[in-house]
């Protein structure tokens, strides 16, 4: 299998908090993984991608130091929403890349973390 | 050019019927075309996937079809099911090996409804 998990599924903070979500994956090596943010009914946006060791590469668009990305190991990737506000409020989903032989990576995607800031 | 656009925004066909979405892209660096299925509230769920060297791909009851000179995709759904409704996102990613890591490119998205 390729499970990716991620905590919390949802949280709740105040305006002017940070927020941690943690990406796992439970039962392979990711290569790479990728965060995304989705707003209701509308399509995934990238926001950042990290390997393992290195710093994250972030689109066009999206402040680094405010969604600071790190990829501890080949299992663990963490985005930390700093000094969070409204509308910060989103759906966080990562996910997290499986290397096969040939030169695709097939990403598996975690169930995502509501995020609301008050 | 990293655009990858998906039609019908949404789409409503009875039980059993066939559901067809198309995706078009316009970067011929792309190689590789997965579909994902979504529910309300949950992540994305790879459902069949192709490369551009073959132009069809089946698997079940979900079938894509791949036409590389016009630059588009197709997912069918054959034998559709109430179970089927959610939403369904084509994209595409150019060679892992590259420096984009094989990042996916969505398309807008399609909200399928199948009626009993």
């Known amino acids: 299998g390729a499970v990716v998990s991620q905590h919390p599924s949802w949280v709740i903070c105040k305006s002017g908090t940070s927020v941690k979500i943690e990406c796992r994956s439970l039962?392979?090596?990711?290569?790479?993984m990728f965060w995304y943010r989705q707003f209701p009914k509308q399509s995934l946006m990238l926001m950042a991608t990290?390997?393992?060791?290195?710093?994250?590469?972030?689109e066009q668009g999206v402040e680094k130091d405010k969604f600071l990305i790190n990829h501890a190991s080949l299992t663990l990737s963490t985005l930390t929403v700093t000094s969070a506000h409204p509308e910060d409020s989103s759906f966080y989903i990562c996910?997290?890349?499986?290397?096969?032989?040939?030169?695709?990576?097939?990403?598996?995607f975690g169930p995502g973390t509501r995020l609301t800031v008050l | 050019q990293q655009q990858v656009k998906q039609s019908p925004q949404s789409l409503i066909v009875q039980k059993g019927g066939i559901s067809i979405i198309n995706c078009a892209y316009e970067?011929?660096?792309?190689?590789?075309f997965p579909w994902y299925q979504q529910f309300p509230g949950k992540g994305p769920a790879l459902l069949i996937a192709?490369?551009?060297?073959?132009s069809e791909k089946k698997e079940g009851r979900f079938t894509i079809s791949f036409n590389k000179s016009a630059k588009q995709f197709s997912l069918h759904i054959m034998d559709s099911q109430p179970g089927d409704s959610a939403t369904y996102f084509c994209?595409?990613?150019?060679?892992?090996?590259?420096?984009?890591?094989?990042?996916?490119?969505f398309g807008q998205g399609t909200i399928l409804t199948v009626h009993p």
């Open positions: 996910s997290a890349s499986k290397e096969y032989l040939s030169s695709y990576n097939e990403q598996f």
């Open positions: 039962d392979f090596q990711a290569t790479t």
């Open positions: 990290s390997n393992e060791g290195s710093k994250a590469t972030y």
């Open positions: 970067n011929t660096a792309f190689d590789y």
């Open positions: 192709i490369r551009p060297d073959v």
């Open positions: 994209a595409a990613s150019e060679d892992a090996g590259g420096t984009s890591y094989g990042k996916l490119t």
